[in-house]
Structures are given as structure tokens and as C-alpha cells.
């Protein structure tokens, strides 16, 4: 019975890599979001529950996707700055949320994830709609996002690492919202 779990998770991993593998960088992008706001709940419910160590490997978690995200903001596009504010405020909500254990601090980040994920989410509609589909940007491969989604797929399992090869996964996005805003 054992094997069968153990199959199951191997396949449910592949299916998941193939997911990534086949997504555009707006939909990565949005699966960042999506896991950063996951573990946050994750983090609340582990802090609800007394589970201590949980509640912070869950907050270890988000904080490494907002990290990655700061890392690779492209500075070129002035989104950048206020996205760059939004992360660093959401890591110090969740710092003093992991210090005093409190609830109403990782509502507040989990919120605010949410927020920025359906923004983004309307931006992609938007984008799409305004294009007629996606456009492609020179210097940002699709495997550049993979690896950023793989690092969240990675964090879900508790066996993942920011690599320097997943650096850039967020600059197609920008430079699409950028797009949507100055008309290009």
C-alpha cells in the first residue's frame, strides 16, 4: 500500500512540472503569487493550531517567494519601485507576525497577496484582450519563469532553494504591465 502512496506522489510532482512546463511567464507569475499566499495560510493555521515549527517553515516559505520576487525586479520599469515597497512591507508584516505569533498580521499579508494576485491576474486579462495574445519579450525565456515557479513547486514539497539560474522570471512580467500602461 505504501508503493501506491509513494506512485501517487510521484505523479501528482510530474503533473505539476508539466503544468509549469507548459504555462506562459504571466501564468508563472501568478502561481508565485498564488504559493506565496498559500503558505501564509498555511502559516495562520499552523499559528491557530500551536504548531509552531510548521507556522514557521510555513513563513520561511512565503518570505522566499517575496525574496525572489525583490531579486528580480527589473528596475527599468517605474512599477518596479511601488512593487519593490509592496513586497519589503508584506516581509515585515510576516516578520512580526512569525515573532509574536499573530493572526491578525498574516491576515493582513495573506490579504494583500491575494490582492496582488488578482491584479495581476485582471492585468493578464487585459493584456490579452488589448493584444489579442500573448507578446513575447526579447531577454526573458519561458525558462526563466519555470525555474521561479519550479522554486515554489520545490518550497510546497520543503526541498527547494533559490538558484541563480531562475533569476529574470519576473521581468517579462513587468515589462507587460509596463506595456499596458504606456500603450506599447
Known sequence: MMNAYAN???HAAAYKNQQVNNAGPEQLTLMLYSGAARFVAENIKAVEEGRYDDSHKAHLRAQDI???LIDTLDTQYDISQNLFQLYDYIIFRLNEA???KDVGQLTEAK???IELRDAW???MKTAQTEK???ASTPGVTKEDHAGAV???LASMAG???MTAEQSGAVKLSLQSVDNLTTGK
Open 159 to 161: 526541498d527547494g532553494e
Open 66 to 68: 517575496l525574496l525572489y
Open 132 to 134: 489579442g495574445a500573448r
Open 121 to 123: 491576474c485582471e492585468a
Open 150 to 152: 519550479k522554486l515554489t
Open 111 to 113: 490579504e494583500m497577496l
Open 98 to 100: 512569525n515573532l509574536k
Open 8 to 10: 501517487a506522489g510521484r
